[in-house]
Every structure is written in structure tokens, then in C-alpha cells.
């Protein structure tokens, strides 16, 4: 998505099931904009927090974007734990981990 995004898509199957592989849904904060509920940007397994963590960034300059954090529960789906947030592109760069908590971190 965009030049500076590349989109991300989890599924959950179980294991000896007979059932489809299923898109896992995410759950992001009200009033914030969601391309799919489904899609995750830039993500990546964090072992320092133990969990799957993404950003996006809204222009080339790194100036404004998103920043995400979710765990897995124990029955296998994503929980939201941490939602920041810059969508002010003024073109002062900042860490994506240092715009705005709009979600509290548990």
C-alpha cells in the first residue's frame, strides 16, 4: 500500500482441524483510519516485547504515520495493546515509538 508500506496478512488455522485457514481481524482504536481490518503494515515479530508490532508511514519524510502493537491471546488472535499516532506531516521526523499514545499500552 503506497510506496512506503507493505502490507501484512495473518491467518489462524487449528491444528488437526478440519476448518479453513482464517484471516485473523484487528481491532484498532475508534476514529482512526483503518484500511482493512485485516492488514497489517510493516510488520514484524518484536522479542523485546513479545509481540507482533507494525507502523506505517503516511509520507516519504517519515513525518507522521501510525504504530501499533498486539499480542496473541492464548486461544491464537491478535489483541490490541499499544495504538499510537502522528497525523500531523509537519516534516519534523519523529520515531514512530515516540508519536502520541492514543491506545494505552497494558
Same mark, same amino acid.
Given at each position: 500500500?503506497?510506496?512506503h508500506?507493505?502490507?501484512?496478512?495473518?491467518i489462524?488455522r487449528i491444528?488437526g482441524?478440519?476448518?479453513?485457514?482464517r484471516?485473523?481481524?484487528?481491532?484498532?482504536?475508534?476514529?482512526q483510519p483503518?484500511?482493512?481490518?485485516?492488514?497489517l503494515f510493516?510488520s514484524?515479530?518484536?522479542l523485546n516485547?513479545?509481540?507482533?508490532t %507494525? #507502523?506505517t +508511514?503516511?509520507r516519504?519524510? @517519515? $513525518?507522521?504515520? %501510525? #504504530?501499533? +502493537?498486539?499480542r496473541?491471546? @492464548? $486461544?491464537?488472535?491478535l489483541?490490541?495493546?499499544e495504538?499510537?499516532?502522528?497525523?500531523?506531516c509537519?516534516?519534523k521526523?519523529?520515531e514512530p515509538?515516540d508519536y502520541?499514545l492514543i491506545?494505552p499500552?497494558m
Amino acid at each position: 500500500m503506497g510506496l512506503h508500506n507493505l502490507a501484512n496478512l495473518y491467518i489462524r488455522r487449528i491444528k488437526g482441524s478440519k476448518q479453513p485457514a482464517r484471516l485473523i481481524a484487528l481491532r484498532r482504536p475508534k476514529g482512526q483510519p483503518v484500511t482493512s481490518k485485516y492488514i497489517l503494515f510493516n510488520s514484524f515479530w518484536d522479542l523485546n516485547r513479545g509481540a507482533l508490532t %507494525s #507502523f506505517t +508511514v503516511d509520507r516519504g519524510l @517519515s $513525518d507522521c504515520g %501510525s #504504530f501499533e +502493537v498486539h499480542r496473541f491471546t @492464548s $486461544d491464537g488472535y491478535l489483541e490490541l495493546i499499544e495504538y499510537r499516532a502522528k497525523r500531523n506531516c509537519d516534516g519534523k521526523f519523529r520515531e514512530p515509538t515516540d508519536y502520541p499514545l492514543i491506545y494505552p499500552a497494558m
